[in-house]
Nanobody
Framework: QVQLVESGGGLVQAGGSLRLSCAAS????????MGWYRQAPGKQRELVAY???????NYADSVKGRFTISRDNAKNTVYLQMNSLKPEDTAVYYC???????????????WGQGTQVTVSS
């Protein structure tokens, strides 16, 4: 079993910062890419950022220069540092990880439960 648990969401004023964490646990051999997605009310889920096992990153245009994704492979944890937050960043943020488990023949995608981020104007 593999579980992803997000934390760090909350309410913050515009211009403020939050740091999200997502810890993976279970029968993990290795984790390939990890990413953060978000879904705002009435909108589809969108990719915010992802990071490969080698540390390469990619960001949505809307968050470039404000958000930073990082990972600690020893802890199987991915982070999203969110600075200069805007009201339009308000959404449920979901962690995603491509995990290679013990005895598995291929990696599988896993999702966290989501954490609410609300940015007030």
């Amino acid at each position: 079993q593999v579980q992803l648990v997000e934390s760090g969401g909350g309410l913050v004023q515009a211009g403020g910062s939050l740091r999200l964490s997502c810890a993976a646990s279970g029968s993990i051999v290795s984790i390939n890419a990890m990413g953060w997605y978000r879904q705002a009310p009435g909108k589809q889920r969108e990719l915010v950022a992802y990071i490969t096992s080698g540390g390469s990153t990619n960001y949505a245009d809307s968050v470039k220069g404000r958000f930073t994704i990082s990972r600690d492979n020893a802890k199987n944890t991915v982070y999203l540092q969110m600075n200069s937050l805007k009201p339009e960043d308000t959404a449920v943020y979901y962690c995603n990880a491509d995990v290679y488990e013990q005895w598995a023949v291929r990696p599988y995608d896993y999702w966290g439960q989501g954490t609410q981020v609300t940015v007030s104007s």
